[in-house]
T-cell receptor
């Protein structure tokens, strides 16, 4: 079975540019999560969706960050304008249902470097 | 506020040793606890999920226990192998900050098993 697919795997761009990260969850999974991992703060939840609807975006750091899920098989995380402190690894994860016996499945992440 | 702590931060052992990784959490009102493995440059792989009503889960050489009342979990790895070298992350799931089954992660234990 295909896992969670993220693209690109690596992104290097200059400060001020728009960055778009993409995620395809596992087919049939109703929940999608965006996380950010840094050395200083570890893994943090940014936002999650249920059936394509954003439920909790309290982890989104600033208005420069936005996320969408136009359909059940695709989500984007956008940063505009990007800043050097946004450099991190961004992970997408999905889970089948909202039951607490369902594990989250992670993609391989996008390593983002803002120069 | 839920906080998750993992001890030790790093561990280096010779092949064949049995070892224990520790995880503690401050709020016992959890739904589940998950152990993940992260290889360099990769995403997280779910190893074991223990529901709050369970005491332990086993998968192959891995055994995870949960003592919710004391806020502790351990991951036991039997007969360690060089292929077990990775970072192991503990995460607790619960209705923290009003959100659905959010995962709060520890900082991880970096394990190196040498031949």
């Amino acid at each position: 079975d295909a896992g969670v697919i993220q693209s690109p795997r690596h992104e290097v761009t200059e400060m001020g540019q728009e960055v778009t990260l993409r995620c395809k969850p596992i087919s049939g999974h109703d929940y999608l999560f965006w996380y950010r991992q840094t050395m200083m703060r570890g893994l943090e939840l940014l936002i999650y969706f249920n059936n394509n609807v954003p439920i909790d975006d309290s982890g989104m750091p600033e208005d420069r960050f936005s996320a969408k899920m136009p359909n059940a098989s695709f989500s984007t995380l956008k940063i505009q304008p990007s800043e050097p402190r946004d450099s991190a690894v961004y992970f997408c994860a999905s889970s089948k249902t909202g039951n607490y016996n369902q594990p989250q499945h992670f993609g391989d992440g996008t390593r983002l470097s803002i120069l | 506020k839920q906080e998750v702590t993992q001890i030790p931060a790093a561990l280096s052992v010779p092949e064949g040793e049995n070892l224990v990784l520790n995880c503690s959490f401050t709020d016992s009102a959890i739904y589940n606890l998950q152990w993940f493995r992260q290889d360099p440059g990769k995403g997280l792989t779910s190893l074991l999920l223990i529901q709050s009503s369970q005491r332990e889960q086993t998968s192959g050489r891995l055994n995870a226990s949960l003592d919710k009342s004391s806020g502790r979990s351990t991951l036991y790895i039997a007969a360690s192998q060089p292929g077990d070298s990775a970072t192991y992350l503990c995460a607790v799931g619960g209705m923290f900050s009003g959100g659905y089954n959010k995962l709060i992660f520890g900082a991880g234990t970096r394990l190196a098993v040498h031949p």
